[in-house]
């Protein structure tokens, strides 16, 4: 499977963006989906889940601003941001976790600067 996101750039504090990430193959079948981000010296962390039957978890850090949502007919993974802060400036990377292997996508880049 191939994961394609794209939507990052360069954004003010307060400001929002919507990432995507489009997969070669159906989405529909798979148990979840996700974002992670990774800043510079830092571990990769979970920001956005989705199940299947669409339940959604976020971590307190983003929870009230970020919304994961996903488009089955095109078979894409959305990430809507809000009221980005500067410490929300990482690389972002969606994941297909499977029973196989989990799938990466190549990352986008979100600054949060002024």
């Known amino acids: 499977v191939q994961l394609q996101a794209s939507g990052g750039g360069l954004v003010q504090p307060g400001g929002s963006l919507t990432l995507s990430c489009t997969a070669s193959r159906k989405i529909s079948s798979f148990v979840s989906m996700g974002w992670y981000r990774q800043a510079p010296g830092k571990q990769r962390e979970l920001v956005a889940r989705?199940?299947?039957?669409?339940?959604?978890n976020y971590p307190d850090s983003v929870k009230g601003r970020f919304t994961i949502s996903k488009d089955i007919a095109k078979n894409t993974l959305y990430l809507q941001m809000n009221s980005l802060k500067p410490e929300d400036t990482a690389v972002y990377y969606c994941?297909?976790?499977?029973?196989?292997?989990?799938?990466w996508g190549k990352g986008t880049q979100v600054t949060v600067s002024s």
């Open positions: 989705i199940t299947s039957g669409s339940i959604t």
């Open positions: 994941n297909l976790p499977t029973v196989a292997m989990d799938y």
